[in-house]
């Protein structure tokens, strides 16, 4: 679900050319940065980088 609003923000409301290669590569480098801040902020709820043991 949230693919499809995002796509439909991106390119259907937006001016994304998926062509253009400045275009697909400032899309992929925001899903990477919110990807990595969402880790580093949910990761503490989940233990993070510390394992407890095995």
Same mark, same amino acid.
């Given at each position: @679900?949230?693919? %499809? =609003?995002?796509?439909?923000?991106?390119?259907? !409301?937006? *001016?994304?050319?998926?062509?253009?290669?400045? #275009?697909? !590569?400032? %899309?992929? %480098? &925001? =899903?990477?940065? !919110?990807?990595? @801040?969402?880790?580093? *902020?949910? &990761?503490?709820? #989940? &233990?993070?980088? *510390?394992?407890?043991? *095995?």
């Amino acid at each position: @679900m949230n693919l %499809v =609003v995002a796509y439909l923000l991106i390119a259907r !409301i937006g *001016s994304l050319d998926l062509r253009a290669e400045e #275009h697909v !590569i400032a %899309v992929g %480098v &925001g =899903v990477l940065v !919110i990807g990595v @801040m969402a880790a580093r *902020s949910f &990761g503490r709820f #989940h &233990g993070g980088n *510390s394992p407890t043991g *095995s």
